[in-house]
Antibody, heavy 124, light 107 residues
Framework: QVQLVQSGGGVVQPGGSLRLSCDVS????????MQWVRQAPGKGLEWVAL????????LYMDSVRGRFTVSRDNSRNTLSLQMNSLRVEDTGVYYC?????????????????WGQGTRVTVSS | DIQLTQSPASVSASVGDRVTITCRAS??????LGWYQQKPGKAPKLLIF???SLESGVPSRFSGSGSVTDFTLTISSLQPEDFATYYC?????????FGPGTKVDVK
């Protein structure tokens, strides 16, 4: 069955860096886009980034663009999120999710499988 | 950016009740709107996408309707496992956005 297992995360000071990983199994990883979604403590869900199935493109929410980089290794079935220049407001649980369907432009898809989430705390 | 609003923000209900949650988009999202269920400490789960198509394995007591800017999630007969927070989510255009959520709790 489809599994997304996350690792990474932790506590970091403002301005620091963290790298999150998402190991995928149970389907042909290179056929589908992937997303990162986050959730601040006690708050709702927030889309962070989308990477195309082949890694050729990535899109980011405004507040993380230039600080976060999403990448994938299709030979290892792994998705990554490199987070630099972290801010207090980046604190939350980060989820990876499979982006199923959609067009070549990346829209109109759905998030049908999710990782278990990993906690990121940015605090001095 | 497309803003999604949900109402109510919370609803208290009993097992067997019919529960209706609405989601309104600030612009036309066509049918590219999904509904997700999230329980405390857990990842969200896809229920419906697009608009009215039930995801495989989701009980038929869940249904979705609507188009353009107005959408509805209905739980026809609330079950104990349905107490959770529900989010709508649009993938019509970037940046993708979620509604603020509707918490369904025990009356």
């Amino acid at each position: 069955q489809v599994q997304l297992v996350q690792s990474g995360g932790g506590v970091v000071q403002p301005g620091g860096s963290l790298r999150l990983s998402c190991d995928v199994s149970g389907y042909n990883f290179e056929r589908h886009g992937m997303q990162w979604v986050r959730q601040a403590p006690g708050k709702g869900l927030e889309w962070v980034a989308l990477i195309w199935f082949d890694g050729s493109r990535a899109l980011y929410m405004d507040s993380v663009r230039g600080r976060f980089t999403v990448s994938r290794d299709n030979s290892r079935n792994t998705l990554s999120l490199q987070m630099n220049s972290l801010r207090v407001e980046d604190t939350g649980v980060y989820y990876c999710a499979r982006h199923l369907g959609g067009t070549l432009e990346g829209v109109q898809g759905r998030l049908d499988h999710w990782g278990q989430g990993t906690r990121v705390t940015v605090s001095s | 950016d497309i803003q999604l609003t949900q109402s109510p923000a919370s609803v208290s209900a009993s097992v067997g009740d019919r529960v209706t949650i609405t989601c309104r988009a600030s612009q036309d999202v066509n049918n590219w709107l999904g509904w997700y269920q999230q329980k405390p400490g857990k990842a969200p789960k896809l229920l419906i996408f697009p608009s009215s198509s039930l995801e495989s394995g989701v009980p038929s007591r869940f249904s979705g309707s609507g188009s353009v800017t107005d959408f509805t999630l209905t739980i026809s007969s609330l079950q104990p496992e349905d107490f959770a927070t529900y989010y709508c989510h649009q993938t019509h255009s970037f940046p993708f956005t979620f509604g603020p959520g509707t918490k369904v709790d025990v009356k």
